[in-house]
């Protein structure tokens, strides 16, 4: 049997194929007008995508180094941070506050959950000055609720509120400006469609003077640098030039969704994604399978509990040996306990059905027993039929 390659990880996510030409074939020096034509329209199209008139800046690495300098730029040695955890990725805040001598102050959640506004509220004091937070904690399959806390972190005049939005921008509305996020970092190889290796960030003027008093080291990471670049179409070092043309041709497949418009272009990638993951979470209920992030699942992607008697990293290994299919293990201490299902970027309703059909597949084999074939995709239909009619 043909089996083609697919990819229901999130991140990296499929590519899509026009930016894939547009790299393949893009060749100028990033010290061109050419380039600085293109890294200009990049900059401002990504404005629209995040939607925000806040500065963007363009990194040359993954979503981690825009992590890391979101602490080494707004925090000195001594300074106090609250990290809000419910996962591995929240996890990564504490270590990077850590590697840069803030006195870290965490909030955790149990894996699979999120926080409540009453426990931020009472660990946000003033002496906070940077609080950490994912948009989507993508270990997990949860979601946070990145307005309410915005609303309790703005209450406090001098801490900024940083949201990871690397698996959420493209997959969540947000209304940046609005609720006053302070920085909100995005990463290439996930709603945009493009390969790892560019990460991008919205900077509010209060984070700009921020910098301006903050002691840690940084070299490449200084973001101070990248924006006097910017303002030249340039810069600070050398950039992934082919990876900027496919995201230049990323950025122009969003503004098609939107009928030349990039905002609403962004809504209805955000609304397919959304649309997906309700379908995957209706298929696998179906399927008498646990969510693992019930109460406050995200778009991006769907978590499922390993069913009772199996191990999750049998089912990820079925999926690729008999469909070339990659589906996500569970992170570190959660590996074998549960998989993730990818909703993002260039992934549409027929990718939803197929790898639901996969997924009834691989669970009579894996669990050896009695699977009603089509009663996960059937579950999936129905939500998009409702969708549909409440949609016209």
């Not at 993951?277 to 978590?303: C, D, H, I, Q, Y």
């Not at 008999?322 to 201490?333: D, K, L, P, R, T």
């Not at 997924?359 to 084999?365: F, P, S, T």
Request: proline share 4%.
């Amino acid at each position: 049997m043909l089996k083609k390659n697919r990819l229901f990880t999130p991140g990296p996510t499929p590519l899509l194929p026009s930016a894939q030409v547009a790299m393949a074939s893009y060749g100028a020096h990033h010290r061109t007008a050419d380039f600085r034509t293109l890294f200009a329209r990049v900059l401002a199209d990504l404005k629209e995508f995040v939607g925000t008139q806040n500065e963007v800046l363009v990194l040359s690495s993954s979503g981690t180094g825009f992590m890391e300098a979101s602490v080494s730029n707004l925090t000195s040695p001594g300074d106090k941070v609250l990290v809000l955890t419910a996962g591995k990725f929240g996890e990564r805040w504490i270590s990077l506050a850590e590697a840069f001598d803030c006195n870290v102050d965490v909030l955790s959640a149990p894996y699979g959950s999120t926080f409540s506004t009453e426990e931020v509220k009472k660990r946000l004091t003033p002496d906070i000055r940077c609080a950490y937070v994912q948009a989507t904690e993508s270990s997990t399959g949860a979601r946070h609720d990145v307005e309410a806390i915005a609303k309790l972190v703005r209450a406090m005049p001098d801490t900024l509120l940083v949201v990871d939005a690397i698996t959420g921008l493209g997959t969540t509305h947000f209304d940046v400006d609005g609720w006053g996020l302070d920085m909100i970092i995005g990463g290439s190889q996930k709603a945009l469609m493009i390969p790892p290796g560019l990460a991008y960030g919205a900077i509010s003027e209060r984070a700009w003077q921020r910098m301006e008093t903050t002691k840690s080291p940084r070299y490449y990471f200084d973001l101070r640098k990248e924006r006097k670049s910017a303002a030249k179409a340039e810069t600070a070092y050398t950039p992934a030039t082919s990876l900027f043309a496919g995201l230049a041709a990323a950025l122009d497949y969003v503004r098609q969704m939107g009928d030349g418009n990039l905002a609403a272009g962004r809504k209805a990638l955000v609304d397919s994604a959304e649309m997906c993951a309700a379908m995957t979470r209706a298929g696998v209920e179906a399927l008498g399978l646990k969510l693992f992030s019930p109460r406050a699942p995200a778009a991006a992607l769907t978590a499922v509990a390993a069913p009772a008697g199996a191990d999750s990293t049998a089912i990820c290994k079925r999926f690729r040996d008999q469909f070339g299919a990659v589906v996500a293990n569970g992170q570190a201490e959660m590996k074998g306990q549960l998989f993730r299902i990818a909703h993002i970027g260039y992934y549409d309703y027929l990718d939803t059905a197929g790898v639901l059909a996969a997924l009834e597949q691989v669970i009579a084999e894996v669990t050896g027993k009695a699977v009603e074939f089509g009663c996960a995709v059937k579950a999936a239909q129905e939500v998009y039929k409702q969708r549909v009619a409440s949609s016209e």
